[in-house]
């Protein structure tokens, strides 16, 4: 008997990649094409994806025309509803669901798999269930915050994980969603959990007192992890001549020398210089934040400084996305037809 084929991944809203890094060390697969049209995310997925086609802007791409995929993923534009912007919601001109809703009536993948902030829950995402359910897809999502996997920043994030009700070998599956296009009784904040667990890839019993999964999660509900301290004043910048290492010297980090460590030991990469000669902001630092090898983006040939730090602070944690896929495959039956045919 031949082996199953692996699955085709289209991804959309690209950037330098890092949801697709995670969907394929959780479910393997191969990326078919890449959609971005930003410059600095363009020329980072032609360094790093040559033989991939980028289909460029997806609010003018004829989907008729594309090759289908079995899983469409995408971590679309954030500022229609985070904090820092004016949450304008559905009424903001970067609101581009509707043309991701589109992608997916027409491609018709098995599963779908999104990123976005956590403000989400509350603007916008009761039109993203709608939409889902009127597509014929059930869906479950969860919040994992980047310090629960041991970075040194919070960075609260939303992943949907939907899957086609219609596809091969997958059948209805606990969705949220209802047939008539209306989200389900559980509102959109009633599947939200924080999957909390240190060191991804790592399937052993979480330590005493920690929860794997905490259901129906409110604002004050405790957490696990780093306190927010990577971008705090001063962080880096000072000079010491006692336990200098590759990159920080650890005099520098002062109190945050913990979660620096912590970080450095998940990711298995030294942190670099948080600042540069001129004392502004290191891409290289904020690449090693973000889970990121060093010179992911920031080795890649003629990016500005200014494209390097917009396309790092508009990426994926990739150990964050996965420590979240895992979890939520693991609360639907039909991903594991996916896992196993992957």
């Not at 005099?251 to 460590?261: S, Y």
Request: hydrophobic share 40%; aromatic share 6%; glycine share 10%.
């Amino acid at each position: 008997m031949s082996p199953p084929a692996a699955l085709r991944l289209g991804s959309l809203c690209t950037g330098y990649g890092g949801l697709d890094v995670a969907v394929q060390d959780v479910f393997g697969g191969a990326l078919e094409w890449v959609a971005d049209n930003d410059p600095g995310a363009s020329r980072i997925l032609a360094h790093r994806h040559p033989s991939t086609p980028n289909l460029g802007d997806i609010t003018a791409i004829d989907w008729r025309a594309v090759e289908p995929v079995d899983v469409l993923l995408g971590g679309y534009p954030c500022q229609p509803f985070s904090t820092a912007g004016r949450r304008k919601g559905t009424a903001d001109a970067r609101h581009i669901w509707p043309h991701i809703a589109n992608a997916l009536r027409t491609l018709r993948p098995r599963i779908a798999i999104f990123e976005n902030v956590a403000n989400h829950l509350r603007l916008g995402f009761a039109d993203v269930l709608a939409d889902l359910a009127r597509l014929g897809f059930d869906a479950e999502w969860c919040l994992v915050r980047a310090s629960e996997v041991g970075a040194p920043h919070q960075r609260n994030r939303l992943f949907l994980y939907a899957t086609a009700a219609d596809a091969p070998h997958l059948g209805h599956e606990r969705g949220r969603g209802t047939r008539d296009g209306r989200p389900g009784p559980t509102d959109s904040r009633g599947s939200s959990a924080y999957a909390q667990r240190l060191v991804p890839g790592d399937d052993s019993e979480l330590p005493a007192g920690w929860d794997t999964v905490r259901d129906r999660v409110r604002d004050d509900a405790p957490r696990c992890g780093a306190p927010a301290a990577a971008d705090a004043d001063g962080l880096g910048r000072g000079e010491g001549e006692h336990g200098v290492r590759a990159g920080q010297p650890d005099a520098a980090w002062g109190r945050f020398l913990p979660a620096i460590r912590r970080w450095e030991a998940v990711t298995g990469h030294h942190a670099p210089r948080a600042t540069d000669d001129r004392h502004r902001l290191s891409p290289p630092f904020v690449e090693w934040l973000m889970g990121l090898a060093p010179g992911y983006v920031t080795d890649v040939p003629g990016l500005t400084r200014t494209q390097q730090l917009k396309a790092l602070g508009n990426g994926v944690v990739p150990q964050q996305a996965v420590q979240a896929l895992r979890y939520l495959a693991r609360t639907t039956r039909s991903a594991d037809h996916c896992v196993d045919a992957a």
